[in-house]
């Protein structure tokens, strides 16, 4: 592919891309971007600010810059979009009021350390300088959470409670991951005497940090948390449109939701019938399973095997047949995760893929055996043809692409509907035949749609359906759909319930976005008829990059250079 020259716009993005990696650290390491991994950022009110003026900046500027050529146009348009919500949620408080049990700073302050290198003396002290910033970065999240309290945004009472719980295991003294992280650097061969005595007085200070904020949450939130989850129907339009990257209608999709429920635990049934007998409940069917050698695994070493085997095969076969993946691509690294939350989930690679794209399984205290049959789907979620392939593809893409639409461009309805289609496409080209798999992923897809559900049903108040309870959705409700609908421990299914009430409308953004993805491809389906290539398809929507849906379907409707 000829390489592109820079256009106004891409300088736009570029100086964008370097202003808000100096402010955000933290996101830059997790898009790649090197440079700043021993810093973090400023999350005080003035913080925020400084961060929410680069964003006007930029707008101001793309709003007298040329459009040189339809990759322009996307540009334009997708910066427009993430930049001018990103100011909106920044102007509700949003920013401020930050705290949720999976994706606010609270997690991302210690998460960023799963991705930095470890295998040298100079990212150890990389690490070291984190960690001695970590106190300042706490107290200026804390201002931004007492200046929102005085505004009356403080986060539902649940969300405070177990975020102390969060805060409070990364505060313990011994068991710390601040402290573990410090003394597997001293344990190492490449970490001097000295540095492996820094390290172990950051991590202290660090975990020290971490019980200042769960005093603080106690004390000076919790009493100001309100038990009411919902936020109400114009605080959730706009975290919909955020992260489905486009405008849709609640209430349709609401109902659209429980259609879904509805049609999926028909088929469900029918696979239940194969593997159970014709009267057997989802219990019977998956006691059966748990009976099957094949379908256990021992161990977390046995897991990472698996893993790493399962996405070792997709990518072999996919390659040359459905999709074209990039040499550095295909590699991926399967990881257990140093947390013990129960989620999975994907790390991009660095802007070289030094760094490669890697899965993570986080596994909680306690699991010892493993059902592959339930999570078969989840690797091509987060593998290949999934995150990997689509974030990988577009770091990847740097003779087209401004650093911007690689590594900073992101909104969820693109990213996990794509993923969310990628698990649906392995069903369409074979790979979840077998009754065990296919259960896996209509397992997988009943949990999506009744994130749906819940998720506005519960934020915008609606009423529930008689069967769950009738009246106003609320969180016991939900509760009872989930355990009827989701074969899933209550643990991980308590974690999902409290990050749907904590995070409105992230939780949708997964089936909604492959709902638009799906339609997409119909709508050129139908355009090209027989001439219709659904390689060449794939491939030209995964080489734009990660763009709003409603950018991304008017590109695939334009010229084919965008």
Request: glycine letters at 8%.
């Amino acid at each position: 592919m000829t390489l592109r020259p820079p256009s106004a716009i891409d300088l736009i993005a570029e100086q964008f891309s370097a202003d808000f990696a100096e402010l955000n650290p933290v996101e830059a390491t997790f898009a790649g971007l090197a440079g700043h991994d021993h810093q973090l950022g400023d999350y005080s009110p003035d913080g925020l600010a400084a961060t929410a003026e680069v964003h006007r900046r930029a707008l101001r500027e793309l709003a007298q810059a040329p459009v040189a050529d339809p990759t322009d146009q996307v540009t334009l348009a997708a910066m427009q979009d993430r930049l001018g919500l990103a100011v909106e949620l920044y102007e509700s408080g949003a920013w401020h009021a930050d705290l949720n049990v999976i994706a606010s700073p609270v997690q991302t302050l210690r998460e960023v350390f799963d991705v930095m290198p470890t295998d040298t003396a100079d990212a150890w002290g990389d690490i070291a300088a984190r960690l001695r910033l970590i106190p300042q970065a706490l107290s200026g999240y804390q201002a931004a959470l007492r200046q929102a309290a005085a505004r009356g945004q403080v986060a539902a009472r649940r969300q405070v409670e177990e975020c102390i719980v969060q805060a409070a295991e990364l505060a313990q003294p011994d068991t710390s991951f601040f402290v573990t992280l410090a003394a597997t650097g001293a344990a190492g061969e490449v970490v001097p005497t000295a540095l492996s005595h820094d390290l172990a007085v950051a991590a202290g200070q660090a975990a020290a940090a971490y019980g200042e904020l769960a005093q603080f949450l106690g004390a000076e939130l919790l009493p100001a948390a309100d038990v009411e989850d919902a936020v109400g129907r114009d605080r959730y339009r706009l975290h919909s449109r955020s992260f489905v990257g486009a405008e849709v209608d609640l209430d349709e999709t609401y109902a659209w939701g429980l259609s879904e429920l509805e049609r999926l635990t028909t088929e469900r049934r029918a696979i239940v019938a194969q593997l159970a007998g014709s009267e057997a409940s989802l219990a019977d069917a998956v006691a059966v399973l748990d009976h099957d050698p094949r379908q256990v695994l021992h161990g977390t070493d046995a897991l990472q095997r698996w893993m790493q085997e399962t996405s070792d095969a997709a990518i072999e076969a996919l390659d040359g047949s459905h999709f074209s993946i990039p040499e550095p691509l295909k590699t991926l690294e399967c990881r257990i995760a140093p947390t013990e939350s129960g989620a999975i989930y994907y790390t991009g690679p660095s802007d070289d893929f030094s760094r490669p794209g890697r899965m993570w399984w986080s596994v909680p205290t306690g699991v010892t055996t493993f059902a592959p049959w339930r999570e078969k789907t989840t690797v091509y979620h987060e593998g290949v043809p999934g995150h990997h392939l689509q974030i990988g593809q577009s770091v990847y893409n740097t003779d087209q692409l401004n650093t911007w639409r690689r590594l900073l461009s992101w909104s969820s309805g693109h990213g996990e509907g794509w993923a969310l289609y990628a698990e649906t496409l392995m069903t369409e080209f074979g790979f979840m035949d077998a009754p065990a798999d296919r259960l896996g992923y209509l397992d997988s897809q009943l949990l999506r749609a009744a994130r749906v559900v819940v998720d506005i049903g519960v934020h915008l108040k609606l009423s529930a359906p008689a069967v769950w309870g009738g009246g106003r959705w609320d969180a016991d409700k939900a509760w009872r759909l989930l355990r009827a609908t989701v074969s899933m421990d209550d643990a991980s299914l308590r974690f999902e319930l409290n990050r749907y009430l904590g995070w409105p409308g992230q939780a949708p953004s997964y089936l909604v976005g492959q709902r638009l993805w799906q339609q997409a491809r119909a709508e050129a389906q139908a355009e090209q008829g027989s001439e219709f290539d659904l390689a060449a398809w794939h491939n030209r929507a995964l080489h734009l990059g990660s763009v709003p849906l409603q950018v991304l379907q008017q590109a695939l409707r334009g010229d084919s250079a965008a």
